[in-house]
């Protein structure tokens, strides 16, 4: 009972004494607005969340699309290969630690303002934690099932897709749910950077004509589609690895 | 000539001494030489360490030997066989499948998953007691349970030789002793041939027909004891004293008795 209750409660005794403040300090609307305003912004402009929403989510998610399409070719390629893992996990390692973000401005003026650039974006931020998670899940296939199909004498096609792919997947949805999340971030950021679109663009835009209402319930918006976005990870996760106790249950 | 024979199998591993670039040797295993026949069980019996783990990777042809000769039904092994059937210590299903699934995985690589490789698996599985259990998860079962599947896994492509790594060692002393009698009634029922590695002398005498008992690394074969404990086995047999015979013969040879 108390699950069902105490987190609801949580959130409405922030907002209650949220409003409170606002009331209560004199806050100017400008600088924040009460939780009321916010609502009220959000309801009446839905549409326009809805149709910014739209291609904040878009940008998100195709770009997490590439990022998957090319990681996993590049983290099977490198975890079977030690001439191409010798060759290119040291560059990789080093391009982690580049600020993706910070090629933010490069990349619009290589891709312009439309949607391509948000989406190049987003691809880069997702794409290193899924190489990462799926090179190390390809290399955690346990020893004895390999001797196993080895002493089988399995062809390397199918100890790749009977054993170690199989073995890698619950690694591949955890650097998924990462990448996903920051495929979020990376396409607000291209949207802030350059953009006439997108949930960042109406962030910026109505903090600039001081509506902060409608930016605060952009924010909500944006909130909104980054669980949206990690809970697709999290059905998709149900439907890949039904064998997985449920995370509260695992240890890693 | 016997079913299976190892004759004066050494095997040495190189390892860096020290900081230096100099390796040194490091022999493993010595000198084995053994004979066993078809449907016989031997042990290999010794302490942690003694290299007996590594004897039983090369007869399954997972490492090379250094020297000697390692032949099975007259052939010469030189590399894995998919007529070897292997049990390791760790259950180590696929837990992405399940039970059934998992037992008909040799099956499966093999390219054999037709005509009556199904009901194979089933009645393995119903051997080990585990009728009913096809469609679980290994998440779901037992350690004990796990390594049964593990065994009808072994099984079920019709292995010439089954190769045992300590496969109870990691089960509480009853299930273990279950494990054994199932282990006895499966060779009754398929007339296995078995190479089974123990650090357990009362396991050793109660599955075997021959146990070899190992000294420390490098590994040499101390003594050999013929188990002549006659057949069926139970767990009566644990407290005769012929059982009791063989187990102070075999201390003996592990230096635990003087």
């Known amino acids: 009972m108390k699950k069902a209750i105490y987190p609801p409660l949580g959130i409405v005794l922030t907002l209650a004494l949220w409003q409170w403040a606002c009331v209560e300090f004199k806050i100017p609307t400008a600088a924040l607005p009460t939780p009321g305003q916010v609502a009220v912004a959000g309801v009446q402009r839905w ?138 971030i990376g396409a607000v950021i291209g949207e802030f950077i350059g953009s006439s679109e997108g949930l960042g663009y109406l962030l910026l835009s109505a903090t600039s004509q001081i509506n902060t209402p409608l930016a605060f319930a952009a924010l909500f918006a944006l909130a909104a589609l980054g669980i949206l976005a990690y809970l697709l990870i999290v059905a998709v996760e149900w439907m890949l690895t039904p064998w997985l106790p449920p995370s509260s249950e695992r240890s890693h | 000539m016997s079913f299976g024979q190892l004759t004066n199998v050494r095997r040495v591993f190189e390892r860096r001494a020290g900081s230096g670039r100099r390796t040194e040797a490091l022999v493993a295993i010595d000198d084995a030489t053994l004979a066993f026949e078809q449907s016989e069980l031997v042990s290999l019996l010794g302490p942690s360490g003694c290299g007996k783990t590594t004897l039983l990777r090369i ?101 010439t030789l089954l190769l045992m790594d300590e496969p109870f060692g990691a089960l509480d002393e009853l299930t273990r002793m279950e494990m054994n009698d199932l282990l006895l009634q499966i060779r009754t029922r398929t007339r296995a041939t078995v190479v089974f590695v123990t650090h357990s002398i009362a396991e050793a005498i109660y599955l075997s027909d021959q146990v070899l008992v190992f000294s420390r690394r490098p590994a040499r074969i101390a003594e050999r004891i013929v188990v002549d404990l006659p057949y069926p086995r139970s767990p009566e047999t644990r407290f005769s004293a012929r059982f009791a015979e063989l187990s102070r013969t075999a201390s003996r040879a592990l230096g635990v008795l003087h």
Request: some cysteine; glycine content about 8%.
């Open chain 1, 47 to 184: 549409d326009l969340l809805l149709s910014e929403g739209w291609v904040t989510l878009k940008e998100t998610l195709y770009g997490f699309g590439l990022a998957l399409a090319f990681g996993i070719p590049i983290a099977v390629a490198v975890a079977n290969s030690e001439t191409l893992n010798l060759m290119f996990s040291p560059l990789l390692i080093a391009l982690q630690s580049v600020p993706k973000v910070a090629l933010a401005p490069i990349l619009l003026v290589w891709l312009g303002t439309g949607i391509e650039s948000k989406l190049a974006i987003a691809w880069l931020v997702a794409f290193f934690p899924i190489v990462v998670d799926t090179s190390a899940g390809l290399q955690s296939t346990p020893r004895e099932l390999l001797e196993l199909a080895r002493s089988l004498r399995a062809s390397r096609w199918q100890i790749f897709a009977k054993v170690q792919f199989p073995a890698a997947l619950p690694f591949v949805v955890t650097g998924s749910k990462v990448a996903v999340t920051l495929a979020v």
């Open chain 2, 59 to 159: 007869m399954a042809g997972l490492i090379p030997k250094t020297s000697g000769s390692v032949q099975i039904r007259g052939e010469e092994v030189t590399g894995p066989h998919p007529d070897f059937g292997f049990v390791f210590q760790t259950p180590t299903l696929m837990p992405w499948r399940n039970v059934l699934d998992n037992v008909l995985f040799p099956m499966e690589i093999l390219g054999r998953s037709g005509g009556g490789a199904r009901q194979r698996a089933l009645d393995l599985l119903k051997l080990s007691g585990l009728e009913g259990f096809h469609h679980a998860r290994p998440h779901q079962l037992s350690g004990g349970m796990q390594q049964r599947v593990a065994l009808c896994r072994a099984l079920v492509h019709e292995p």
